[in-house]
């Protein structure tokens, strides 16, 4: 038997699939690629943009054409912050025809033994109807072939160490927290992660080692308000000294985390992450606008200038240091003086990369509940495109600036484009592309950057210690 996960949004989330690929394989299944070939196939869903949602509804309905063309309908599980949100309602959306597994956020573990009940009224269906079991069971469900639905909201955050089968042979993602207590306005993740729950430092360290042990270069430490932590087992351990105890796990060479919260950044996780040796030089430090008025509405918690002196203290501590961002435009409200705000915002903290978004209402927040939109779509279309103007150009400038460097890169893959190209990371995780041989994978090497793209750096390698592995 044969499964193929598909995942869309953050980090996270590819972290579940990945969870959720160990407890398919234990259960006894492989790991295919194709659709066609495929007996399970679990769509782990995002739900912080509308287009997410609608790619859910777009792929159902194109398994459920792969069904009736093959003459043999996989198993489908919906997995995820939508199958969270919406629950079973939806069921009634797609009119029962495609969905045989919901599960919520926090019942993935509960996944072999949903799709093994499913099968096994499948079987019974097919002995029923038929008289045997040579052929798959195709066509409407009846009555006895109900959905498995678990959306419970579990409090364990604990998982069977080792149980993930790590998509990337140098990165390993590593869960700190699970949840949020913060409810911006615009955000559904509490919603759908449910409350905040940090997990046992003890827990995360040996995830940490084992993630090393296998050959795991770099790891990033995960959570919704990652900076938050606190460890649950061992009073003494916050954030940064989270990041001072990974630092000791032999083996690691890079440590990033995502994603913080500006309102949580505190003086000792500045000094940790410029005295511990192996934090990378990147920050992603979500502000969402540079209008203190917006922010307010946003439920923010922090101001514009409160903000750009994080950014001052940040830079004082790291002057290398790379930072990147999420910005909204069109919340409702935002006028064009606001807007105004943070286009000169954007300009002041020159980040070297950003995800910036259209406003779009989200199920049961407060924006949602209480704010109606204000902003026309063509007014938040023109909008956004000032501002990715805006970050492109001073992102030009910053790669231009690059040029003549030696970075250290970490080599991640081949590049995708050319079979004797290597792409890799500098640690304020800028893409670099270059020739290189692939033994390099896995390795942190020296860059000479030769030129610039638009969201990448090339480069060669400094041959006389690449060759080392140094």
Known sequence: MKYLIETFGCQMNHHDSERMAGLLEEAGYARTDDDRDADVIVINTCSVREKAEEKLYTRLGEIRLLGEETGARPVVAVAGCVAQQEGEKLLSKTNGQTID????????????MLVSEVRGLRTEARKSLRGDSSTSYVGPRTSTLSPRVDLSPYDDVSFPLGIARREDPVKAYVTIIEGCNEFCAFCVVPYTRGHERMRPVSDILDEVRLAADTGAREVQLLGQIVNHYQAPDDPSCDFAELLARVNDVAGVERIRFASPHPRHVTPRMIEAMRDVPKVCRHLHLPVQSGS????????????REHYLELVASLRAAMPDIALSTDMIVGFPGETAEDFEETLTLTRAARYHSMFSFKYSPRPNTLALKRMPEDVSEAEKTRRIVELQAVQKAIQGELFAAAIGRTEHVLIEARSRRREWELSGRTSGNTVVNLPGDPSWVGRIVPVMITGANPNSLRGEAVLDTAATGA
Do not use: D, E, F, N
């Open 101 to 112: 597994v919901l599960i919520g956020t926090q019942s993935i573990k509960r996944l072999p």
């Open 292 to 303: 203190t008025r917006v922010l307010q509405a946003m439920r923010r918690r922090h101001t």
